[in-house]
């Protein structure tokens, strides 16, 4: 996946304006419906059970996250990602907190082998946590750097035939053939809660149009953040200045601001 690439990914989610379903977190719903909104795709939030066999079939992609976990939602979730193989849907999983938990550790785990096309998107501590080596989380935070999650990351690609997204101050793509750094963004980003889970819902938009690096949802979100930093004097303003900045984000900024570096195996 490469710049251009990633400008034409863009511009496929703008046209086909995808329907992506979340089964997501309390906190965080909003802030990616309006993600996926301006970005130019479609947000649908759903959980119930009872809906998701007529849901996933109309939708281009499903993405689950586990931030505010209860057993009645796990059953749904996993309901989600059956119905998604079944229909050939691809499932992006945003471990939420896990090794914070045994619930949310073995959840992520079970979900992650369930899917069949599959893109995982976690902050380093998470994706440490989901291969089962010692992680540094605080909650739903990472302390840990991107570049110590790389083998942990490494691990899952194979384990899950996933493409697995490290973010932080770097974001690392990592896939079978396939490894890229992006350093976009923004240090304030992780000021602003969901900035993550946003990412994750953004990476469904991408999948659903058959973008199934997890790149270029990273590219858009590091760019966009980028820009809407740099005119937000704190996060309250970064939060609604990066709805503006994803919305207005055109092929000649990601063009110019993109910092890339792709490695092929
Ligand atoms: N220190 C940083 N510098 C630049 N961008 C960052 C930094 N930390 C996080 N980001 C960006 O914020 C977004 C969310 O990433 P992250 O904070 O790792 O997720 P989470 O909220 O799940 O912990 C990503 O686009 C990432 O690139
Ligand atoms: C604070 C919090 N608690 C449970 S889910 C959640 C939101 C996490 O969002 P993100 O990982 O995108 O910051
Ligand atoms: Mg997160």
Redesign the pocket.
């Known amino acids: 996946m490469n710049k251009q690439q990633i400008i034409t990914a863009l511009k496929a989610v703008r046209e086909q304006k995808p329907l992506v379903l979340n089964i997501t977190n309390y906190v965080v719903m909003n802030n990616s419906a309006n993600g996926l909104l301006a970005l130019g795709a479609s947000p649908i939030m759903a959980h119930s059970q009872d809906e998701l066999e007529e849901l996933v079939p109309l939708v281009g992609a499903v993405v689950i996250n586990i931030g505010t976990l209860d057993s009645h939602w796990i059953e749904s979730m996993e309901a989600a990602v059956t119905l998604a193989n079944r229909h050939g849907k691809p499932v992006v999983l ?1 471990p ?1 907190g896990c090794g914070v938990s045994s619930l949310r550790t073995h959840t992520s785990r079970r979900l992650a082998a369930l899917a069949e096309r599959l893109i995982i ?6 994706i440490i946590a989901l291969a089962g080596a010692a992680a540094n989380s605080k909650g ?3 302390m840990d750097g ?1 570049e110590a999650a790389v083998s942990a990351g490494q691990q899952l690609v194979q384990q899950y035939n996933a493409n697995v997204v ?6 690392i793509i990592l896939g079978e053939n396939v490894d890229i750094r ?9 000021f602003v ?8 819902a953004l990476t469904g938009a991408f999948a659903a149009v058959g973008e199934m690096s997890g790149a270029a949802a ?1 590219a858009v ?2 760019v966009a ?2 820009q809407a930093a740099s005119i937000s004097p704190g996060p309250g303003s970064l939060q609604l200045n990066l709805l503006d900045t994803l919305y207005r984000l055109d092929a000649e900024t990601l063009e110019n601001h993109l910092s890339i570096e792709v490695t092929t195996a």
């Open positions: 945003d939420v998107r976690g902050n380093a501590s998470e739903v935070d990472a991107s490290i973010s932080g101050e770097a974001d992006l350093t976009n963004g923004h240090a304030i980003m992780p809660t969901g900035m993550g889970c946003t990412l994750s990273a979100m590091g953040g980028e």
